[in-house]
């Protein structure tokens, strides 16, 4: 489809859950949809710690942008990576692509934050984009493919620590995956190493991990690790990330994979646009998600955040960044077609989950806590609930049925780097 000038022009960088629903929004809206993202897929980020410790490939979380929108034909998709904004002229810059907007979405996301230390990154690699996982998946079965032929007692040890960076619900569910990785899937792949004394800590700066969770949920997912065989290290302040282990307040951890889960901040767009931000980099957007001074532009997911002190907090979850995104595409809507402005944007909180491992998990809605198997199996309807397409939900149940049964998980596949 080639863009013309003839209907109002939306620009949305970045197809995540913010710019999906902000274009779904669009699909009845006389307008031109030009939707910008450097890769080629949308990714179902709560699942990628699945990918990383080989319960799920790639495929199974991820879908062609152009595949999810080849009905929507008033979209088109440039895969590129924005570089800059001509708030001026009202042009997007990507690569070597130049879009003109009349309205532009900012659902850029977020990325790893390491406070200060991004020379970290190299040795304790986050978790946002299947890349991070396939990187992810690479050092934990290496770690165990090189402790195999260690000779030296001391550096197999090393090999057979994993440490993970924060106690949110990134890093509970990867403890616990790695977990069961060493103590069932690995069991009896080796001959010279016991994968099941693999040591797994996860090292949370808090008083406790899942500090948005209710105090009981947090103390049970806990106990859960523990009967795992998870060392939970809370308190612990992490000073330094070295290719040879973690140096805390109070000690050290000799490791040689580190998986960061401690920390986010938000894509350059504030500075893309020259706006306000928070520490954070979010940019502080109005009640409608509009940019001050820029009623044409709008920022949803975790690239905004709202510039009233007042407002509830919105937290950097995909139900967030979906709500976000599908209101700004309605006030477009409403205001290409001259009707009044909706309400000012309000977040509805569903629920909060996290899996911990098998049979267990913690879910609150409401008054509403769940815990253990019921919990789990809780956890597991909502995630392929919200899958894209039939065929991924149906793949995705099914190899968490083999896994469940046979304790085996199927993508451990060690790729280049």
């Known amino acids: ?36 993202d450097r890769h080629n897929h949308h990714t179902f980020q709560p699942l990628l710690y699945q990918v990383a410790t080989a319960a799920l490939s790639s495929p199974d979380i991820a879908w062609p942008i152009r595949s999810i929108l080849r ?10 990576a924005v570089t800059g904004i001509d708030v001026a002229k009202r042009i997007v810059h990507a690569g070597p692509v130049e879009v003109a907007y009349d309205f532009l979405v900012l659902a850029t996301g977020a990325t ?20 991070d996982a396939l990187e992810i998946r690479r050092r934990i079965l290496l770690a165990f493919e090189h ?46 190493i016991d994968p099941g004394a693999a040591r797994i800590v996860l090292v949370e ?43 805390l307040k109070d000690g050290r951890i000799d490791a040689e994979t580190i998986i960061w889960a401690a920390g986010v901040k938000a894509s350059p767009a504030a500075q893309w646009i020259g706006t306000e931000t928070d520490r954070a980099g979010r940019i502080k957007v109005g009640p409608h998600l509009d940019v001050p001074g820029h009623p044409e532009i709008f920022a949803v997911g975790d690239t905004a955040v709202l510039a009233d002190p007042g407002a509830p907090p919105i937290p950097g979850i995909a139900p967030a960044a979906k709500q976000m995104g599908k209101y700004a595409g309605r006030l477009i809507a409403a205001r290409v077609a001259g009707r009044a402005m909706p309400a000012p944007f309000t977040y509805r909180h569903f629920l909060d ?34 899958l894209i397409g039939v065929r991924n939900r149906f793949v995705v149940a099914l190899n968490w049925f083999w896994s469940y049964v046979t304790f085996r998980r199927g993508a451990r596949v060690i790729t280049e780097r």
Request: hydrophobic share 45%.
């Open 1 to 36: 489809m080639d863009q013309t000038r003839n209907r109002p022009q939306v620009v949305i960088a970045g197809a995540g859950f913010g710019g999906m629903e902000a274009a779904r929004a669009l699909a009845r809206a006389p307008v031109d949809i030009t939707i910008i």
């Open 71 to 80: 009905n929507q034909k008033n979209a088109r998709v440039v895969m590129a």
């Open 112 to 131: 790893h934050s390491y406070f200060g230390h991004d020379e970290w990154a190299e040795t304790a690699p986050g978790l946002k984009s299947i890349d």
């Open 147 to 192: 402790a195999e032929i260690a000779s030296d007692s001391a550096k197999r040890q090393r090999l057979l620590t994993f440490v993970i960076v924060g106690g949110g619900p990134t890093g509970v569910e990867m403890a616990g995956a790695i977990a069961e990785i060493a103590r069932h899937t690995l069991r009896s792949d080796f001959r010279r």
């Open 205 to 247: 700066a808090g008083p406790r991990i899942l500090p948005t969770f209710p105090e009981r949920l947090s103390a049970y997912a806990q106990r859960s690790l523990e009967r795992m065989g998870v060392e939970v290290k809370t308190d612990s302040l992490v000073t330094d990330c070295r290719k040879d282990g973690v140096i």
């Open 353 to 386: 989950l996290a899996t911990i491992g098998r049979k267990s998990a913690v879910v609150r809605r409401g008054r509403l806590q769940l815990t253990g198997y019921l919990g789990w199996w809780f956890w597991g309807i909502a995630h392929i609930y919200f």
